[in-house]
């Protein structure tokens, strides 16, 4: 999402979350809070933590077409988002 999507997202609101290393997974969460530094603090449910990310980490939904963000292509490749999507976690 853009910079000026993630400033209108209030607290409670669920977003999809890359994880920071290949293969980016992508994750449900929900917005805790908005950081001073743009970031956006989120509680991953499946993760059982909270991380901070920068907009062009999130999502408002899982993605159709991914072609406007790498982390979805790099992801697509191995199927992350579908496994996401069936509710299985994947292999660590
Ligand atoms: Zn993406």
Same mark, same amino acid.
């Given at each position: 999402?853009? &910079?000026? #999507?993630?400033?209108?997202?209030?607290?409670?609101?669920? !977003?999809?979350?890359?994880?920071?290393?290949?293969?980016?997974?992508?994750?449900?969460? !929900?917005?805790? %809070?908005? #950081?001073?530094?743009?970031?956006?603090?989120? %509680?991953?449910?499946?993760?059982?933590?909270?991380?901070?990310?920068? %907009? &062009?980490?999130? *999502?408002?939904?899982?993605?159709? &077409?991914? !072609?406007?963000?790498?982390?979805?292509?790099?992801?697509?490749?191995?199927?992350? !988002? &579908?496994? *996401?999507? %069936?509710?299985?976690?994947?292999? #660590?």
């Amino acid at each position: 999402m853009t &910079d000026e #999507e993630l400033r209108t997202i209030e607290p409670g609101v669920g !977003v999809f979350w890359h994880e920071p290393n290949p293969p980016y997974h992508l994750w449900f969460g !929900v917005v805790v %809070s908005h #950081e001073p530094t743009g970031e956006v603090s989120i %509680s991953i449910p499946g993760r059982g933590r909270l991380v901070r990310a920068r %907009s &062009d980490r999130l *999502h408002r939904e899982v993605p159709t &077409d991914a !072609v406007a963000c790498p982390l979805c292509q790099a992801g697509r490749t191995t199927g992350a !988002v &579908d496994r *996401h999507r %069936s509710g299985q976690s994947p292999t #660590e």
